[in-house]
């Protein structure tokens, strides 16, 4: 009988951080769509059982158990190997962390530990060498120190995107680590029992609507977006933008009032309607009846929200990031994050057609592509 892998998955975002959380549940989905035989055992490494119990309740995955791990241990560790590497000693020789389990084949996406511990590290984008305004000085040397300590060990790193793998080699000549592209891919949850009409009633949504799901942080370019619907709606578009997502920009505290005060000003309360956080089966079922989505982002590593108009067949009107001309090739008209007029004008002449897509084989590539990962790195040990 063949030898399941073991394998241990690094799961310490809780909801601090939901790209992380929601990677982990695709990541486990699109294992489990794998043959039973080739699905290995994964040992979650995880702070607390409460992160584990619901990371296992939205993915069902069958083989998998909790590793809890020392917080505090880990954070010294983590400075200690920093320090290492930036300055050439060590900052202490009696901190220590958690252990490796010796039958696990490699420990992702984690990059701080002895590299003999088959670890593989997961880099989703370099947006700090995009938009450094959006981050502080300290934030920006604290992501180049740890990029700089993970490939100074020759640490396998996953990318998501060939446009990030092209960055890394850019950004770092000197390192010539093994590096892998594995496109994620999303799983929706079922809403088919979400009544549409009701949840339009309940966030006065009257007729066509476009709608837009980011978080309102100041690279996804909100302002941008309503500026270039205002110019289109002055033209004689007749519908309204709907828009979900978090309010809070830790960056940029003050964007959303001046988001806001636009709105207001130009009397767009009716026109352009910002619900918030809202429950994920209203949000599907708003994106997949809408007239179409729009993503204006200038920044992305590989983006949810187009994943998810590709699960859904859905049209959406998409920034022309080399990402997203990476990532999207049906339904999108691509436009210019920096010109208000091109968009408006794309929204007055572009008729979405949505072209049938089959969304499955997304799933089942993103869990064969993160096998070869394990593979490479049980063979290479």
Same mark, same amino acid.
């Given at each position: 009988?063949?030898?399941?892998?073991?394998?241990?998955?690094?799961?310490?975002?809780?909801?601090?951080?939901?790209?992380?959380?929601?990677?982990?549940?695709?990541?486990?989905?699109?294992?489990?769509?794998?043959?039973?035989?080739?699905?290995?055992?994964?040992?979650?490494?995880?702070?607390?059982?409460?992160?584990?119990?619901?990371?296992?309740?939205?993915?069902?995955?069958?083989?998998?158990?909790?590793?809890?791990?020392?917080?505090?241990?880990?954070?010294?560790?983590?400075?200690?190997?920093?320090?290492?590497?930036?300055?050439?000693?060590?900052?202490?020789?009696?901190?220590?962390?958690?252990?490796?389990?010796?039958?696990?084949?490699?420990?992702?996406?984690?990059?701080?530990?002895?590299?003999?511990?088959?670890?593989?590290?997961?880099?989703?984008?370099?947006?700090?060498?995009?938009?450094?305004?959006?981050?502080?000085?300290?934030?920006?040397?604290?992501?180049?120190?740890?990029?700089?300590?993970?490939?100074?060990?020759?640490?396998?790193?996953?990318?998501?995107?060939?446009?990030?793998?092209?960055?890394?080699?850019?950004?770092?000549?000197?390192?010539?680590?093994?590096?892998?592209?594995?496109?994620?891919?999303?799983?929706?949850?079922?809403?088919?029992?979400?009544?549409?009409?009701?949840? *339009? $009633?309940?966030?006065?949504?009257?007729?066509?609507? %476009?709608? /837009?799901?980011?978080? #309102?942080?100041?690279?996804? !370019?909100?302002?941008?977006?309503?500026?270039?619907?205002? *110019? $289109?709606?002055?033209?004689?578009?007749?519908?309204? %933008?709907? /828009?979900?997502?978090? #309010?809070?920009?830790?960056? !940029?505290?003050?964007?959303?009032?001046?988001?806001?005060?636009?709105?207001?000003?130009?009397?767009?309360?009716?026109?352009?309607?910002?619900?918030?956080?809202?429950?994920?089966?209203?949000?599907?079922?708003?994106?997949?009846?809408?007239?179409?989505?729009?993503?204006?982002?200038?920044?992305?590593?590989?983006?949810?929200?187009?994943?998810?108009?590709?699960?859904?067949?859905?049209?959406?009107?998409?920034?022309?990031?080399?990402?997203?001309?990476?990532?999207?090739?049906?339904?999108?008209?691509?436009?210019?994050?920096?010109?208000?007029?091109?968009?408006?004008?794309?929204?007055?002449?572009?008729?979405?057609?949505?072209?049938?897509?089959?969304?499955?084989?997304?799933?089942?590539?993103?869990?064969?592509?993160?096998?070869?990962?394990?593979?490479?790195?049980?063979?290479?040990?």
């Amino acid at each position: 009988m063949k030898r399941r892998t073991k394998i241990g998955f690094y799961y310490v975002w809780g909801k601090s951080w939901m790209g992380g959380v929601n990677y982990a549940r695709n990541l486990l989905r699109a294992l489990n769509m794998l043959d039973d035989s080739d699905k290995p055992f994964i040992h979650v490494y995880c702070r607390d059982t409460e992160s584990y119990i619901d990371l296992k309740a939205h993915t069902q995955y069958p083989y998998m158990d909790v590793v809890i791990i020392d917080d505090e241990a880990f954070y010294k560790k983590k400075i200690r190997d920093l320090v290492k590497a930036i300055c050439g000693f060590n900052a202490s020789r009696k901190l220590d962390m958690f252990k490796v389990l010796p039958e696990d084949e490699m420990v992702f996406p984690y990059g701080f530990g002895s590299a003999k511990e088959k670890l593989v590290f997961w880099r989703p984008d370099f947006q700090e060498k995009y938009l450094p305004q959006y981050f502080s000085a300290r934030e920006i040397k604290r992501r180049d120190m740890a990029i700089r300590s993970i490939a100074g060990r020759g640490i396998p790193i996953v990318f998501s995107s060939h446009d990030c793998e092209k960055d890394f080699r850019r950004f770092y000549p000197e390192f010539s680590n093994k590096t892998f592209v594995v496109h994620f891919a999303v799983s929706q949850p079922d809403f088919s029992q979400v009544n549409l009409e009701e949840v *339009k $009633a309940r966030y006065r949504i009257k007729g066509r609507y %476009l709608f /837009c799901a980011n978080q #309102f942080w100041k690279h996804k !370019n909100h302002l941008f977006l309503f500026k270039a619907f205002y *110019k $289109a709606l002055r033209q004689g578009l007749d519908m309204q %933008l709907v /828009c979900t997502g978090t #309010f809070t920009d830790y960056c !940029n505290p003050d964007y959303i009032e001046e988001i806001k005060h636009f709105i207001a000003d130009n009397q767009l309360s009716e026109k352009i309607l910002l619900l918030g956080l809202i429950d994920a089966g209203e949000l599907y079922c708003l994106m997949k009846h809408s007239y179409a989505v729009v993503q204006p982002s200038l920044f992305e590593g590989w983006n949810t929200t187009v994943e998810d108009c590709k699960a859904l067949n859905k049209f959406v009107f998409l920034s022309n990031l080399p990402v997203h001309q990476e990532q999207a090739k049906a339904n999108v008209c691509f436009f210019d994050p920096h010109d208000e007029d091109d968009l408006a004008a794309k929204l007055l002449r572009v008729k979405p057609v949505e072209e049938p897509y089959d969304y499955s084989q997304n799933l089942r590539e993103f869990g064969e592509n993160f096998l070869k990962v394990i593979r490479y790195v049980a063979k290479n040990e």
